[in-house]
């Protein structure tokens, strides 16, 4: 089985935001970049796929500027074997992101293609799905478990108030939720290994996919600041004369 | 005969304390039972005191007040910051007659220079809010210490704090520029001055840093800070035994010295703890190595640390001093490598009764320190033994943990043996029983037993000098 995992690369999970003064977007000059927490599980899943000898071959496709090669060689050293760079400096959306990744599934013939549920910048949730849309695969989204049943995989989904598992045909999309698995460190003599490890690169033009933008991005805004102050009440007769003088409860 | 002495004395200190009281304002002081109860444990919860009166200054000028009368009437005073010192050394005596003096309500930031590189504050701000202040404006106060939501920079200075930043910038006493200290006599001592250089004869802030609380009450502070680290890289490295840990610690320095801001060991015995308590936690190498290194370099620019840090393993790898190595790849497992070691105190308190010493060796003897000591304890399972600690400072943790079949009476009749046996084999290899933390209460003889006679007369005789009354916790470091 040949196994696909999509990874992105955006702000660290730890890393407090800071929006640009125009309201265009968020400061990322300066800032530290890692790859989206459920890309790192999609990863996770794979290598273990492989090390069960389930999965023959892990690919891992990222797409963005030259800098995207740093999340791709993170994902080599975890133990992915070869990787896929699409270089373009354009921003895309969830539905062109879909149809670069559908390229790559058809012409390297993967058997599963995994994808984190959604990346932690813009919290879309929308890219595992229409990339099964547009494949017409079946998809199990947000998995807590994968197991392979001869031609298919048991998936297991957390829903409220439970666990729900499918069985979904292969070739299938699957997308990770938090819980599937935790990602291994990589270590340095294999962050070494994996700097001589294929790395594919295509120009985004190369492909001739029709990637026109349908949404537009108008104003990124911070929550509203906390207002309010802290005050210490003194004790008992305080707090009482405060419930009933000012907040009128009492 | 004597009980009838002790009722007069007993009765001449509680009218002491209740003129004290009359000639003070009344929101400088609590009697309440519940907060005067707060105040009287140590960090370890094995020591409590007692006393009938908790002081609450806002300013010098209270302190003054305060101390003023404490001389006059001889009123012993304790005086506490964050209280999680590790000696007993806010710990007011047995008999009642201390009053504790806290320094909780003094915790306003009075200046800070960004272009002069300096802080100014009361002596009752937390560490936390100080090094918060200075990240704010794009400045660094390195300090850095497990316990710094809590602990107080008065007490950092008065016990001369040292914790995971002193490889780079040194112990406490390297980023203080000047105090205020309102002596026993309740004078006011200030060395806060504007200027850099000022060689009129010695420094006496250096009598009063890590003086803990014996010879005045410290009330304001200068600070040196530093420009705000822009970029940190780190590793954890597994290596085999100590001695290659001491040549990798070479490899390090010779490589990165100016950069070198972390070299912290651990153990397999460690991880296990950590494993075993916070199964959250993910465990690099599956924890199969005896000893671990994590090791941190920071930079003032943008600096290529990530490099450095693959480069100087690399040379340990090849050397096959190096076993192997994480280099993080993101935040979250930045954050968990740390917490690897942070948590491990807790981990061992969770893990029940231990005897605990925070020695200092010279580096090249550490080898045999762990060797000679592991041999007298050979009653103890290994695991039951965990040495971590600064290791680049040469500052060990060496604690025993209780094991779990031993009784709790055998354990506290070991602990003196084992205790004297450690100290005596830390001073023959011309350490320090006391790397960090100071003497306080629970370390007065070995300080009496391991101390240079000559170094102990100096010292007493500051205390008298400056205390004639012994008023500024007494029993505590001196006898
Ligand atoms: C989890 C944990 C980890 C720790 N790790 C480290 C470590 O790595 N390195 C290290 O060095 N220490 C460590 N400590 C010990 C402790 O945090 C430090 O010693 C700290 O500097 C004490 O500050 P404090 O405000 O709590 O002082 P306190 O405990 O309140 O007081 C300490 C001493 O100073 C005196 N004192 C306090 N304030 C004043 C003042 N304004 N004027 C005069 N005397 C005063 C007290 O009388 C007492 O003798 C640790 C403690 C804990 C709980």
């Known amino acids: 089985m040949k196994v696909l995992v999509a990874v992105k690369r955006v702000i660290d999970y730890n890393v407090k935001i800071r929006i640009k003064q125009d309201n265009s977007g968020v400061e990322t000059d300066n800032v530290k970049m890692s790859m989206n927490p459920f890309d790192e599980i999609a990863v996770e899943e794979a290598i273990r796929l492989k090390e069960k000898n389930i999965a023959e071959e892990v690919i891992v496709i990222s797409i963005g500027t030259d800098n995207v090669q740093e999340t791709i060689r993170s994902a080599l050293a975890m133990g992915a074997d070869r990787g896929i760079l699409v270089k373009t400096e354009k921003e895309l959306e969830p539905l062109n992101i879909a149809k670069i990744i559908k390229y790559f599934v058809e012409k390297e013939k993967s058997d599963l293609t995994i994808l984190g549920k959604q990346a932690i910048d813009d919290d879309f949730n929308q890219t595992g799905q229409m990339l099964a849309g547009l494949l017409q695969y079946p998809q199990a989204t947000f998995a807590s478990k994968v197991i392979k049943e001869n031609g298919s995989l048991l998936v297991t989904r957390e829903v409220d108030g439970g666990l729900e598992t499918l069985k979904v045909k292969l070739p299938c999309i699957v997308t990770t939720d938090l819980r599937l698995n935790e990602p291994r460190y990589a270590s340095l003599p294999n962050i070494m290994k994996a700097k001589s490890k294929a790395i594919d690169i295509f120009q985004l033009q190369e492909l001739n996919l029709d990637l026109e933008n349908r949404l537009e991005l108008l104003e990124v805004k911070g929550p509203p600041e906390r207002g309010g102050t802290v005050k210490m009440l003194e004790g008992h007769s305080d707090l009482i004369n405060v419930l009933k003088n000012k907040e009128g409860i009492l | 005969m004597i009980d009838y002495k002790k009722h007069l004395l007993r009765k001449l200190m509680l009218k002491n304390i209740k003129i004290l009281k009359e000639k003070l304002n009344k929101n400088l002081w609590t009697e309440n039972n519940e907060i005067l109860d707060s105040h009287l444990y140590d960090q370890r919860g094995n020591i409590k005191g007692k006393t009938s009166l908790l002081l609450l200054p806002q300013n010098t000028a209270d302190v003054v007040e305060i101390v003023k009368v404490c001389d006059q009437y001889k009123i012993p005073i304790v005086p506490q910051g964050g209280r999680t010192g590790l000696c007993g050394g806010t710990i007011p005596n047995k008999n009642g007659k201390e009053i504790l003096l806290s320094t909780e309500k003094m915790n306003n930031i009075l200046e800070i220079s960004k272009d002069n590189f300096y802080m100014i504050a009361q ?182 640390l990530d490099l450095k840090i693959k480069n100087i393993i690399s040379k340990g790898l090849n050397n096959k001093i190096v076993s192997d190595a994480v280099v993080p790849q993101n935040l979250n497992q930045y954050n968990n490598i740390w917490k690897t070691r942070e948590l491990l105190s807790e981990a061992q308190k969770i893990k029940g009764k231990s005897i605990k010493h925070d020695i200092s060796i010279p580096i090249n003897k550490i080898p045999i320190f762990l060797n000679k000591a592991n041999k007298f304890l050979s009653a103890f399972h290994e695991d039951n033994i965990l040495a971590f600690g600064h290791l680049a400072d040469g500052n060990l943790h060496y604690n025993i943990s209780k094991p779990e079949e031993m009784s709790d009476t055998l354990f506290n009749k070991l602990h003196k043996q084992i205790n004297s046996n450690i100290f005596d084999l830390v001073n023959d290899l011309g350490g320090s029983f006391s790397a960090e933390h100071g003497i306080g209460l629970i370390k007065k003889k070995e300080f009496k037993k391991y101390t240079s006679k000559e170094e102990l007369i100096i010292k007493n005789n500051f205390k008298k000098l400056l205390d004639p009354n012994n008023i500024m916790n007494p029993g505590k470091v001196y006898n």
């Open chain 2, 123 to 304: 002596s009752g701000c937390s560490l936390c809010d100080i090094k918060n202040k200075a990240l704010e404006n794009n400045r660094f106060f390195p300090l850095t210490l497990p316990s710094e939501t809590a602990c107080t920079i008065g007490g950092n200075i008065s016990t001369n704090a040292g914790g995971s930043a002193v490889l780079k910038y040194g112990m406490t006493k390297e980023v203080v520029e000047g105090l205020e200290v309102v002596l026993p006599n309740g004078e006011i001592l200030n060395s806060i001055k504007n200027i850099e250089k000022d060689n009129r004869g010695f420094d006496p802030k250096y009598l009063h840093i890590g003086s803990e609380g014996t010879l005045g009450i410290i009330t304001k502070v200068k600070l040196r800070l530093f420009p705000e680290i822009k970029k940190k890289a780190m590793a954890i490295v597994a290596l085999d035994s100590i001695e290659d840990i001491i040549n990798f610690l070479n490899i390090t320095k010779n490589q990165c010295y100016e950069y070198l801001s972390a070299f912290e060991i651990n153990s397999r015995i460690g991880l296990n703890l950590i494993k075993k308590y916070y199964n959250n936690i993910p465990i690099p190498f599956n924890n199969k190595y005896n000893w671990y290194i994590i090791f941190e370099l920071s930079s003032y620019d943008n600096l290529d």
